[in-house]
């Protein structure tokens, strides 16, 4: 499996940006696809996820309202819309997958077994 991660770049605040996780190598409805960001200095968190069924999603609680998290099955495509965007929300973004997660591991970067190269988004006062 392989992703690549694209759509970052520089925003000022409260302005939106839509990153793009591109899908191969494997069959892409049955798996899990999350986002998850660094910040320099700080540890890779959890930011959403997308169960392989489309259906069940989860959100890190600073960006639920702010970010949505959808997949086009047809293009194998992972998207991360974000809004109202945050100089905190700033970091390298990446995109990961992972095959049969359970729902209450979702949230955990150790779930997934795949990851992209990561986006860079600035978010600027």
């Known amino acids: 499996v392989q992703l690549q991660a694209s759509g970052g770049g520089l925003v000022q605040v409260g302005g939106s940006l839509r990153l793009s996780c591109a899908f191969s190598g494997g069959t892409f409805s049955r798996y899990t696809l999350g986002w998850f960001r660094q910040a320099p200095g700080k540890e890779r968190a959890f930011v959403t996820a997308i169960r392989y069924n489309g259906v069940s999603t989860s959100y890190a609680d600073s960006v639920r309202g702010r970010f949505t998290i959808s997949r086009d099955t047809a293009k194998n495509t992972v998207y991360l819309q974000m809004n109202s965007l945050k100089p905190e929300d700033s970091a390298v973004y990446y995109c990961?997958?992972?095959?049969?997660?359970?729902?209450?591991?979702?949230?955990?970067?150790?779930?997934?077994?795949?990851w992209g190269q990561g986006t860079l988004v600035t978010v600027s006062s």
């Open positions: 990961a997958a992972g095959d049969r997660i359970i729902l209450s591991a979702m949230r955990s970067s150790s779930a997934y077994d795949h």
